[in-house]
């Protein structure tokens, strides 16, 4: 399915009068077994796009919620191999959630970038999001992944100068990312100053192409905001501090009943 399932998955979200949610885990917390339930558990819940996080050991825009949750993953063996090994099988069981894959550049260029792309989307990958890597450098990684059926996501920030906007929103196939603040990932308190204006200059740059919003959104409360400004929204360290702990069955129970509360903030 590729793009398409991601395209599919904001037209039906628009059409539903909602933004679309985006979950986001880090594969291998704690282990790849409890990621393929948690990503039934958030089909379930009503996600429409997933952002699987494949674990690093120097990651630049990750928070320390996510940061821990990436030495867990290691720590349990995980691979970007067995992360998309994972994905087939979940594919080969049923799971139609659509999955970008949030990643760092050094894993995918010791795969090969047209390697890396083919192996992707045969596993079921619909999208890539290699979050060091800046649209400048990317011809390559676009051209494999457009080979392959796979839609390219980028990120713009506050900072971001109209024509480096432009740029980003002409190299996105799926969607634009928009980082609401400056920093790296991790919950706050409110959604970021001047939000609604800086989303209206994204959204005007990125024209029919749709506009996530993410960093920052730590509950429905701030979910439902987002909503009302952009046509999706990533909620990432807000879910992934619920899987620490001794207990991965209890953490399972809090995703799942945090993910069916943002879920239901979408509706505009």
Aim: glycine share 10%; proline share 5%; with cysteine.
């Amino acid at each position: 399915m590729g793009k398409e399932r991601i395209v599919a998955a904001f037209t039906k979200a628009a059409a539903e009068g909602r933004a679309a949610f985006i979950p986001y885990l880090t594969a291998g917390d704690p282990t790849l077994e409890w990621t393929g339930r948690h990503l039934d558990a958030l089909a379930r819940a009503g996600a429409d796009v997933v952002e699987l996080g494949i674990p690093f050991s120097d990651p630049v825009a990750d928070g320390p919620v996510n940061q821990r949750a990436a030495e867990r993953g290691l720590a349990s063996g995980t691979t970007l191999s067995g992360v998309l090994e994972l994905l087939a099988a979940e594919r080969a069981a049923g799971l139609t959630l659509p999955a970008v894959l949030f990643t760092y550049a050094n894993p995918v260029a010791a795969l090969g970038w047209e390697g890396f792309a083919k192996r992707a989307a045969a596993s079921g990958a619909d999208g890539v999001l290699v979050v060091d890597l800046p649209v400048e450098e990317a011809d390559e990684h676009r051209a494999a992944c457009a080979a392959a059926g796979l839609a390219t996501v980028f990120l713009a920030a506050p900072t971001t100068d109209d024509a480096r906007l432009a740029a980003a929103a002409r190299a996105s196939s799926g969607f634009l990312y928009y980082v609401s603040r400056l920093g790296v990932t991790g919950a706050s308190a409110s959604l970021a100053a001047g939000a609604a204006e800086e989303l209206a200059r994204v959204k005007r740059a990125a024209g029919t192409l749709p506009v996530a919003y993410g960093f920052g959104v730590s509950d429905p409360e701030q979910a439902a905001a987002a909503a009302k400004l952009a046509d999706g929204v990533v909620v990432g360290s807000a879910l992934v501090r619920l899987l620490e702990g001794p207990d991965p069955a209890e953490g399972a129970r809090r995703l799942a009943e945090a993910a069916a509360a943002l879920s239901a903030a979408m509706r505009r």
